[in-house]
Structure formats: structure tokens, C-alpha cells
């Protein structure tokens, strides 16, 4: 288990993270969402007593970090992968670390196994590819069979099969009745590893809760409607005291109904219909609306006008430089003070 409390960090002006307070239990994967810079990896530093708070306090098994009598044995952790010291080989980095920390020379070959990475405990990681690197990084993690894992980003630069790996590894571990804490940004892959998650916005709680609560209050189902008379299915729909919105498609969307509601309302009137289907928000949109308001930087390219999400995720502050010439508004109708370039919100979420 780890405990955070009132947790917080600030560098110079900048608040990092700015009292974050839950528990992450064992047991199941515990997905860390936020957008680029929400916080996430200074956090996980101090887990580790790599970053000292600011305020606030966190624990492991009720104990900080530089308490633990045997770390690896407590807590295993992947931040960056390429902290491996690249001139010696594999094999020799991870038993370096079991040396230091009172574990058997057996369980390296057993982790380097575990992560695939036995063909080439001799090689040195400074040939592995970004992938390979992530293994052993992952190898260090379990060396000490630790009862908490934490991995930052785990799946950047793995092919998909690596992705699948990590994936079912987790699972596994938390199976066990392990506590697994890892972040991503990438929700898809998100949504089909936690059943736990925690997400930030600019270094501060917003949410702390179940995938499926979590998907359930954070994202729009609607129905979609298509018909080859759509304005008289629009004035069906509103007679019904149903408010639809047209896409940009020309399909009507119905928030707040049911579809076979509007199937009979289309047969009692007459309507053809081509389409008529229930849109379930995917994770990736309930984190994007639930983030949108605390996202640091945004970068559009030039002719952006559609929103990823139904609904769109806010532009960018009010009070920003109007497109340049013949530019078109990115989502949310304001434009950003130059294409291509990153900008950054002054806004708190
Ligand atoms: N050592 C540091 N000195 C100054 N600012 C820092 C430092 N480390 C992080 N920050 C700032 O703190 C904020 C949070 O950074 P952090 O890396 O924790 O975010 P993150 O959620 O992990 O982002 P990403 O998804 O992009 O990795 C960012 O604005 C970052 O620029």
C-alpha cells in the first residue's frame, strides 16, 4: 500500500504537485492518468525519497522510503528505463543491485527470464533498443519479488507485443495481491490494464475511483441518428422534448435517451432511418473532458477544427491572439498565439 497525504511540490514558482492525498491498494493495477506535466513522475519521485516534499507526506507500508530496511524487497520501480549504466552488461547490472541489496545470484537469471531478456544477459544495454532497455528496466523492478511495483510510463517505445506483455505482467503481479501503481498517458492502453484509477491535472486530484465509475461520470453516451430526412427527424426529436445536436456529418446525436425511445418515435412518424446507435464514450474521452480544463500545453496544426471528443475539449484562455490569415479556429473556437507552437494555459484547473 502507499499513502500519500496533502502531498506536494513546488520548484521555484512552478506548484508540481499541490496536495495530493489516496492510497493505492493492493491487489489490483492502479492506473496513474494526467496530461504531459500534470505531475505524475514527480510524484512517483517521491515515493521513492528521490524528491523531497515541498509539504505533505507519503508512505510505504506506513514507512518513508529511506526507512525501509530492504527497499527492493518493499518497493520495485521502473522511472527511466535508460538510468541503466550502459558499458556493463545486463547481467552484471542487475547483480550489482542484488549484491547491494542481500539477494541471491539466482534471481537474476530468474527476472532476466521473466522479462525475455535471457538470450542477451551478456550484451550490454547500450546496444538495446528502447524496448529491451524498458525489460531490463522492468527486470530491476522485480529483482527483490517486492510486494509494491511502480512503473512510469512502462509501455513507451514497446512494440505491441511488449505492450501485451507489460500488460498481462501487471495483471499478473496484481493477481498476487501486489499494489501496481503505474502512469501513462495512453488511455486506450489504460483502460484495458487498471480496474483502479487516479488522475491529475496540474499537480491536483481529480479523480480517485473505479474504471468503470470513472467512465461512467466522466463521459457522454448519446445516440446517434442517421436519416436521409434529417430535419424532419429533428423536428420529431424536439417535439418529443428531446434536445439533438447535428455532427458535423449530418447525423443527429441525442444526449440523455434511449435509442429504442427514438427508434418508435421514427416508426410512429414515419421516418427512415439508415442509423441508430448507442455511442459509449471510450476512456480516452471521459479523460480528456475531465482533464480538458487542466491541460498545461496544447499544440494544433494548421486546418484543426474538430474536436477529438463530442463536444470538443475547451481552446485555448480567453484573451489569445486571433488565427492568422486564412487559419481556421481550433477546438473551442479560440486560437493559440501561433500554429505549431505549444502554449500554456495560466488557467487552474
Ligand atoms: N526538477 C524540476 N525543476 C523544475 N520543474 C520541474 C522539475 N521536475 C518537474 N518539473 C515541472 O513540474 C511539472 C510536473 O512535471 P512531471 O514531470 O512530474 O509531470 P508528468 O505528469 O510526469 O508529465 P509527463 O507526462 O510529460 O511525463 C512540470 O511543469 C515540470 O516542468
Redo the contacts with the bound molecule.
Keep these: 500500500m502507499i499513502e500519500l497525504e496533502d502531498l506536494t511540490k513546488r520548484?521555484?514558482d512552478?506548484l508540481?504537485v499541490d496536495g495530493l492525498s489516496f492510497t493505492v491498494r493492493p491487489g489490483t493495477v492502479t492506473g496513474f492518468l494526467?496530461p504531459?506535466?500534470?505531475?505524475?513522475?514527480?510524484?512517483m519521485r517521491m515515493v521513492l525519497g528521490l524528491d523531497a516534499p515541498t509539504r505533505g507526506d507519503v508512505r510505504i507500508e506506513g514507512k518513508h522510503y529511506g526507512e525501509l530496511q530492504e527497499p527492493l524487497h518493499s518497493i520495485g520501480a521502473l522511472l527511466e528505463a535508460k538510468g541503466v549504466h550502459g558499458g556493463r552488461r545486463a547481467y552484471d547490472h542487475l547483480l550489482c543491485m542484488a549484491q547491494s541489496n542481500g539477494i541471491p545470484e539466482r534471481r537474476v537469471g530468474e527476472v532476466l527470464e521473466m522479462v525475455g531478456l535471457h538470450d542477451v544477459a551478456r550484451k550490454r544495454p547500450k546496444g538495446f533498443s528502447l524496448g529491451m532497455g524498458q525489460r531490463l528496466g522492468i527486470a530491476a523492478a522485480l529483482l527483490g519479488d517486492p510486494r509494491i511495483l511502480m512503473f512510469d510510463?512502462p509501455v513507451n517505445g514497446l512494440d505491441p507485443e511488449g505492450i501485451h506483455w507489460i500488460r498481462t505482467l501487471m495483471q499478473q503481479l496484481a493477481r498476487e495481491g501486489r499494489t501496481v501503481f503505474v502512469?501513462s498517458?495512453l488511455m486506450s492502453e489504460m483502460a484495458q490494464t487498471a480496474e483502479h484509477l487516479v488522475v491529475i491535472g496540474q499537480?491536483r486530484l481529480l479523480a480517485d475511483t473505479s474504471m468503470s465509475q470513472f467512465i461512467a461520470e466522466n463521459s457522454r453516451t448519446h445516440v446517434r441518428v442517421r436519416t436521409p430526412e434529417p430535419e424532419r427527424m429533428l423536428d420529431v426529436l424536439v417535439e418529443a422534448g428531446l434536445r439533438p445536436a447535428t455532427a458535423a456529418d449530418g447525423a443527429l446525436e441525442v444526449d440523455g435517451s434511449e435509442a429504442p425511445r427514438i427508434g418508435e418515435l421514427a416508426a410512429a412518424n414515419q421516418v427512415v432511418l439508415h442509423e441508430l446507435s448507442t455511442q459509449r464514450a471510450s476512456l480516452e474521452e471521459a479523460f480528456m473532458r475531465l482533464t480538458a480544463q487542466s491541460v498545461?500545453y496544447h499544440a494544433y496544426a494548421p486546418g484543426d477544427v474538430q474536436a477529438a471528443v463530442p463536444g470538443g475539449p475547451p481552446g485555448p484562455p480567453a484573451g489569445t491572439a486571433a488565427p492568422p490569415q486564412g487559419g481556421q479556429a481550433p477546438p473551442g473556437g479560440q486560437a493559440p498565439p501561433a500554429w505549431g507552437e505549444n502554449w500554456r494555459k495560466g488557467r487552474r484547473g
Excluded: D
Excluded at 504531459?36 to 510524484?43: E, P, V
Design positions: 520548484y521555484g512552478k508540481a494526467g504531459n506535466g500534470a505531475g505524475k513522475s514527480t510524484t510510463e502512469s498517458h499537480g498545461e
